[in-house]
């Protein structure tokens, strides 16, 4: 089995997990090409033990690639993802250009893999949202035993969801806050060192921001349009690791301890939650891990048939590069490539 794989975004918070993480898991493939802009060329990237030399994704020919997995933003997606799947290449985009199209699948392996098989007609599939992936992996199981009919989700996304020049604004802000210079902000509205900011995205004329529409959108695609979905997403000072206070409503009676049940056994979900010994995951602890963890599972009192509990996940691993290293594995054994 011969398989050529091609990293468009390779330098960027993203593009070098996915590398991290084909390296770490393995995936079978015989050659890995690093692309990013042309002021990025010749930079030398990780890939486990090999030296990657960036190239010129303006100048490259995706003729030999099996899959390209894109991760440099909407505008190089839009234009250079129909040019990588015209060349034989399958695309698994991680921007939000394509999650929205009927003819482009939207997966998350544990999710809904059988989905996967409609990215012929495009030959695109999209990742989603990094706030969206953590929370579907924990919602789906849940639907599939007493069907979800409301969430209620409130976001606390690390910066890193915003790129690198965030993180290097929280750093530089926290930094300086304790020798008094002022923190003036630049990626974000406000400063975000010390603080939290209600705002993710453009805002919309209803009030809400294209970042809480996009949990909307995504859930309904992914698992089930009947579901009634909110979202408050905030940032907030933590450099990695998103986390999510969810309460769900569903159609018949489901106790935490079914619940617990369920989510433990269920894939990419790891339960930790046992309050009266402080057993809960915070983001910090999720860094690196494959995970997304639940804790706090507990019955919503105001709702009937209603539960709320904590979710957390790394959002540059699950929310990125991970899910679209997994749906890449998907290909593979669904005999799509190879």
Same mark, same amino acid.
């Given at each position: 089995?011969?398989?050529?794989i091609?990293?468009?975004?390779?330098?960027?918070?993203?593009?070098?997990?996915?590398?991290n993480?084909?390296?770490?898991?393995?995936?079978?493939?015989?050659?890995?090409?690093a692309?990013a802009s042309?002021?990025?060329?010749?930079? =030398?990237?990780?890939?486990?033990?090999?030296i990657?030399?960036v190239?010129n994704?303006?100048?490259?020919?995706?003729?030999?690639?099996?899959?390209?997995l894109?991760?440099?933003?909407?505008?190089?997606? =839009?234009?250079?993802?129909p040019?990588?799947?015209?060349?034989?290449a399958?695309?698994?985009?991680?921007?939000?250009?394509?999650?929205?199209?009927?003819?482009?699948?939207?997966?998350?392996?544990?999710v809904?893999?059988?989905?996967?098989?409609?990215f012929?007609?495009?030959?695109?599939?999209?990742?989603?949202?990094?706030?969206?992936?953590?929370?579907?992996?924990v919602?789906?199981?849940?639907h599939?035993?007493?069907?979800?009919?409301?969430?209620v989700?409130?976001?606390?996304?690390?910066v890193s969801?915003?790129?690198?020049a965030?993180?290097?604004e929280?750093?530089?802000?926290?930094?300086?806050?304790?020798? #008094?210079q002022?923190?003036?902000p @630049?990626?974000?509205?406000?400063?975000?060192?010390?603080?939290v900011?209600p705002?993710i995205d453009?805002?919309?004329d209803d009030?809400?921001?294209?970042e809480?529409?996009k949990m909307?959108? =995504?859930?309904?695609?992914?698992?089930?349009?009947?579901?009634?979905?909110?979202?408050?997403?905030v940032r *907030?000072p933590v450099f990695?690791?998103?986390?999510?206070?969810?309460?769900?409503?569903?159609?018949?009676?489901?106790?935490?301890?079914?619940?617990?049940?369920?989510?433990?056994?269920?894939?990419?979900?790891?339960?930790?939650?046992?309050?009266?010994?402080?057993?809960?995951?915070?983001?910090? @602890?999720?860094?690196?891990?494959?995970?997304?963890?639940?804790?706090?599972?507990?019955?919503?009192?105001s709702?009937? #048939?209603?539960?709320?509990?904590? *979710?957390?996940s790394?959002?540059?691993?699950?929310?990125?590069a991970? #899910?679209?290293?997994?749906?890449?594995e998907?290909?593979?054994?669904?005999?799509?490539?190879?």
């Amino acid at each position: 089995m011969s398989i050529k794989i091609a990293v468009v975004g390779a330098t960027g918070n993203v593009g070098r997990e996915i590398l991290n993480i084909l390296d770490e898991r393995m995936f079978p493939c015989d050659e890995v090409v690093a692309l990013a802009s042309r002021k990025s060329m010749g930079r =030398e990237l990780s890939y486990g033990d090999k030296i990657l030399k960036v190239k010129n994704l303006e100048t490259y020919n995706f003729s030999g690639i099996d899959i390209a997995l894109f991760s440099a933003g909407s505008k190089i997606s =839009e234009k250079w993802g129909p040019i990588a799947a015209s060349a034989g290449a399958i695309v698994i985009d991680n921007s939000s250009f394509w999650r929205y199209h009927d003819d482009v699948p939207l997966i998350v392996p544990e999710v809904n893999p059988d989905d996967i098989k409609d990215f012929k007609k495009r030959g695109i599939i999209a990742n989603p949202n990094c706030s969206t992936s953590q929370l579907v992996v924990v919602l789906k199981p849940l639907h599939d035993f007493a069907k979800i009919t409301r969430v209620v989700v409130s976001t606390y996304q690390s910066v890193s969801g915003a790129g690198n020049a965030a993180m290097e604004e929280l750093f530089n802000q926290t930094k300086g806050i304790f020798v #008094n210079q002022a923190a003036e902000p @630049e990626n974000f509205t406000r400063q975000i060192a010390f603080n939290v900011i209600p705002h993710i995205d453009i805002f919309h004329d209803d009030g809400f921001t294209k970042e809480e529409w996009k949990m909307l959108s =995504e859930t309904k695609k992914i698992i089930d349009k009947s579901i009634k979905l909110t979202a408050t997403c905030v940032r *907030v000072p933590v450099f990695v690791g998103h986390s999510e206070a969810v309460n769900i409503e569903f159609e018949k009676s489901i106790s935490p301890e079914k619940a617990r049940a369920i989510l433990r056994d269920s894939p990419g979900v790891m339960l930790v939650d046992d309050p009266e010994d402080e057993k809960y995951v915070t983001p910090i @602890e999720c860094v690196g891990d494959y995970a997304t963890f639940v804790s706090r599972v507990r019955e919503d009192i105001s709702v009937k #048939n209603g539960l709320a509990m904590w *979710v957390v996940s790394d959002n540059l691993r699950k929310g990125a590069a991970l #899910n679209a290293v997994q749906i890449a594995e998907l290909l593979l054994n669904k005999k799509y490539v190879g």
